[in-house]
């Protein structure tokens, strides 16, 4: 079973940083490319970041330059490096693996920033 947990949300000030962890369990995650997603309260979930297996990154406008994606396939665990935080970026934060067409989840972790 495909197992999916993220970590490292919390509060932190405007400007600050958060490292968010999204670790995969139940799978073998080097051939898959990964999504970070957010969703914040009353819109839609939006992609934050993607890491392809071969290493390819992508970000979406809003956190481009501020956020960092990366993946350790040893640990299968992929990462997301938060710097200069805003207001705006509070939501929670998803990781995503889709495998053979299928899309995984986790559960989520909650990052609030505070003005």
């Known amino acids: 079973q495909v197992r999916l947990e993220e970590s490292g949300g919390g509060l932190v000030q405007s400007g600050g940083s958060l490292r968010l962890s999204c670790q995969a369990s139940?799978?073998?995650?080097?051939?898959?490319?990964m999504d970070w997603y957010r969703q914040a309260r009353g819109k839609q979930r939006e992609l934050v970041a993607t890491?392809?297996?071969?290493?390819?990154?992508d970000y979406s406008d809003s956190v481009r330059g501020r956020f960092t994606i990366s993946r350790d396939n040893a640990k299968n665990t992929v990462y997301l490096q938060m710097n200069s935080l805003k207001p705006e970026d509070t939501a929670v934060y998803y990781c995503k693996l889709t495998a053979r067409g299928v899309g995984y989840w986790g559960q989520g972790t909650q990052v609030t920033v505070s003005s």
């Open positions: 890491i392809t297996s071969g290493g390819s990154i």
């Open positions: 139940g799978i073998i995650f080097s051939p898959y490319a």
